[in-house]
């Protein structure tokens, strides 16, 4: 009797339970009563395995086989896509005074124009990250972009401030759309031995966005257009960006392309055994919902080092924020330059920004490669990405006090603008270093500490700004910048601290992947079995960056 059972079990184990993803009977026979039990497994498997569908060697359906040529414009509209989202955060911080006379409210809820935005990154993440995983990269940026234009049309045409704060925190919250899935689409594409360089090209985006922000809506403010024009710009520019997008963006995603691929291939041939990873996933809502929303806040606070990493880097990014309301004190108030020229002043900023990108790329990358080359086959310690956050972080110090003490209205505007060069060169060089560091030492894990991270500093970004004001009047800009600088002072050793005792903190870490010898088995983020040969095959290939 269980032999003659056997052939239908396997037929419906193997070709009929798609819905379960589960090849093992719902009432399995005790091995003790079924002696063919074990045969049938092993053979069932070798089975499903030569109908598994994978990139062939030299595969035109593998991203990272395309063109360089066809690469790198993905890599530019990647950027593009995170500098437009960026951009519409800091743009209306210029437009404050005509919105206050537009609809009366006071200076406090003009800030939140900005906080509401950048709020809207703490929920974003939490939803775009997974779905780009289970749907792909290009529909839900394709459909998540196409909301978030629409949004910019609601801001245009707001009558009253509770329509414009709700539409800027929608907007922000399908803009972070991007902000998740752009570093995902860098991942894709590229291999190990380039995407440094394109990681490093990628990082300018979030900061190159928020320094040309004010910028643009100085300038539009000084011509007087009305501050619907702000938002129809945005519009229009959020458009643009949707129609490359629709047109020019392909799936990136290796295992959404080849779920399709077998999906294709179950049409063409008729055949339903052929499959692809994707189709094997059965996660239940309930672990879904743990690993999404639960796992990066019990990561943030189990693990002591992404704690303290997360604040160095949420504290860097709120200041960054907390710029668009000190500026305005110091530039148009203290030497009284008109919404134009003192978006100007951001500049410095964004300049700064650029030419920390060209040394990373012309010295520190080389750098790792040649460590690379010395620690091989084994992979680079994570510690030593950390050298270029202690060179950054006394830097970034620095340039709070350069700002904060020539802010007097009597010395040269030029003197508090060029700290703004320190200041863009140093949080480029902290992000770098401390954003590689936690994906090199969590590794299967890393999506998920990259998601705590950035709903953590959105959360800082959001609030900053909010107590701007008061900090720089009650203070005055000397005083606000010096209690900011004591502060970034007082965060010089984390990664001092990291570099010497990284290596024991990862030993006792719960998700940090633990170095093992070859053939040994290790666990990965999903809690499955793979062995060492697979992990070095996936350390080689990277890990996935889903958000910068």
């Given at each position: 009797m269980?032999e003659a059972?056997?052939p239908s079990?396997?037929?419906?184990?193997a070709?009929?339970s798609?819905a379960s993803?589960?090849?093992?009977?719902?009432?399995?026979?005790p091995?003790a009563?079924?002696?063919k039990r074990?045969?049938d497994?092993?053979?069932?498997?070798?089975?499903?395995?030569?109908?598994?569908?994978r990139?062939?060697?030299g595969?035109?359906e593998n991203?990272q086989?395309?063109s360089?040529?066809?690469r790198w414009y993905?890599t530019?509209?990647a950027g593009?896509?995170?500098?437009?989202?960026?951009?519409?955060?800091?743009v209306?911080?210029?437009?404050?005074?005509?919105?206050m006379?537009?609809f009366g409210?006071?200076?406090e809820?003009g800030a939140?124009l900005?906080s509401?935005?950048v709020?809207?990154?703490c929920v974003?993440p939490?939803?775009w990250?997974?779905?780009?995983?289970?749907?792909?990269?290009?529909v839900?940026g394709?459909?998540s972009f196409?909301?978030y234009?629409?949004f910019?049309?609601g801001?245009?045409?707001?009558p009253?401030t509770a329509?414009?704060l709700i539409?800027?925190?929608?907007?922000?919250?399908f803009a972070?759309?991007p902000?998740?899935n752009s570093?995902?689409i860098?991942s894709d594409i590229?291999?190990a031995g380039?995407?440094?360089?394109?990681l490093?090209?990628?990082?300018?985006a979030?900061?190159?966005?928020?320094?040309l922000g004010p910028?643009?809506?100085?300038?539009?403010?000084?011509?007087?257009?009305?501050w619907r024009?702000?938002?129809?710009l945005?519009?229009?520019?959020?458009?643009a960006c949707?129609?490359?997008m629709?047109?020019t963006l392909?799936e990136t995603?290796a295992p959404v392309?080849l779920?399709?691929k077998a999906?294709?291939r179950?049409?063409e041939?008729?055949?339903?055994?052929?499959w692809a990873?994707?189709?094997?996933?059965?996660?239940g809502l309930r672990q879904?919902l743990e690993?999404?929303?639960?796992?990066?806040?019990k990561?943030?606070f189990?693990?002591?080092?992404?704690?303290?990493i997360?604040l160095?880097m949420?504290?860097?990014y709120?200041?960054m924020?907390l710029?668009?309301?000190?500026?305005?004190?110091v530039?148009?108030q203290?030497?009284?330059?008109n919404p134009?020229?003192?978006?100007?002043?951001?500049?410095?900023i964004?300049?700064?920004g650029?030419l920390s990108?060209?040394?990373?790329v012309?010295?520190?990358?080389?750098?790792y490669?040649r460590?690379?080359?010395?620690?091989?086959?084994?992979?680079v310690?994570?510690?030593?990405r950390?050298d270029i956050?202690?060179?950054?972080?006394p830097?970034f110090?620095?340039?709070?006090?350069?700002?904060?003490?020539?802010?007097?209205?009597?010395v040269?505007?030029?003197?508090?603008?060029?700290?703004?060069?320190?200041?863009?060169f140093t949080?480029?060089?902290l992000?770098l270093?401390?954003?590689?560091y936690?994906i090199d030492?969590?590794l299967?894990?890393a999506?998920?500490?990259l998601?705590?991270n950035?709903v953590l500093?959105?959360?800082?970004g959001?609030?900053?700004?909010l107590?701007a004001?008061?900090?720089?009047?009650?203070?005055?800009?000397?005083w606000a910048?010096t209690?900011?600088?004591?502060i970034?002072i007082?965060?010089i050793?984390i990664?001092?601290?990291l570099?010497r005792?990284g290596?024991?903190l990862?030993?006792?870490s719960?998700?940090?992947?633990e170095r093992k010898?070859r053939?040994?088995v290790?666990?990965?983020?999903d809690?499955s079995?793979v062995?060492?040969e697979e992990r070095a095959r996936e350390?080689?290939k990277?890990?996935k960056?889903?958000?910068?």
């Open positions: 269980a059972a056997s079990r396997k037929s419906s184990t070709f009929g798609h993803h589960s090849f093992v009977d719902e009432h399995p026979l091995e009563q079924d002696p074990l045969y497994e092993e053979a069932e498997e070798q089975d499903l395995s030569a109908f598994e569908v990139f062939d060697p595969d035109p991203p086989n395309w360089r040529a066809r993905l530019a509209l593009l896509l995170v500098l437009n989202a960026t951009f519409a955060s800091s209306p911080s210029e437009m404050l005074g005509p919105l006379e537009q409210f006071s200076l809820v939140l900005i509401l935005f709020a809207g990154y974003g939490l939803v990250g997974p779905l780009s995983e289970q749907y792909g990269r290009r839900i394709v459909i196409l909301m234009t629409g910019q049309v801001c245009a045409l707001s009253n329509s414009i539409f800027r925190f929608l907007g922000g919250t972070a759309s902000m998740t570093g995902g860098i590229w291999d380039t995407r440094g360089t394109a490093a090209l990628f990082t300018l979030p900061f190159a966005g928020p320094s910028t643009v809506g100085g300038f539009m403010a000084t011509a007087g257009v009305s024009w702000v938002f129809w945005l519009t229009m520019f959020a458009g949707e129609v490359l629709f047109f392909p995603y392309i779920a399709k999906a294709r179950r049409k041939t008729g055949d339903p055994r052929w990873p994707l189709d094997k996933q059965a996660v879904r690993k999404i929303l639960g796992r990066p806040f990561m943030m189990m693990e002591p080092m992404l704690l303290a997360n160095y949420s504290f860097v709120g200041c924020y710029l668009f309301e000190a500026y305005p004190i530039f148009s203290g030497h009284g330059l134009g020229l003192s978006g100007l002043t951001f500049l410095p964004f300049i700064g650029t990108c060209a040394v990373y012309c010295y520190w990358n080389p750098l490669e460590l690379a080359k010395q620690y091989a086959p084994d992979p310690p994570p510690e030593f950390l956050c202690i060179w950054g972080a830097g110090a620095i340039a709070f006090f350069w700002f904060g003490w020539t802010s007097y209205p009597s040269s505007l030029w003197a508090p603008m060029m700290s703004g060069l320190l200041m863009g949080i480029v060089w992000f270093g401390l954003i590689n936690i030492a969590y299967f894990a999506a998920s500490a998601a705590a950035t500093r959105s959360i800082f959001a609030g900053f700004p107590f004001n008061q900090m720089f009047d009650t203070l005055d800009p000397r910048s209690l900011l600088g004591c970034s007082l965060m050793p990664p001092l601290v570099k005792y290596p024991a990862r030993k006792r719960k998700f940090a992947p010898t053939k040994e290790i666990v990965d983020d809690h079995s062995d060492e350390e080689k990277g890990p960056i889903e958000a910068v």
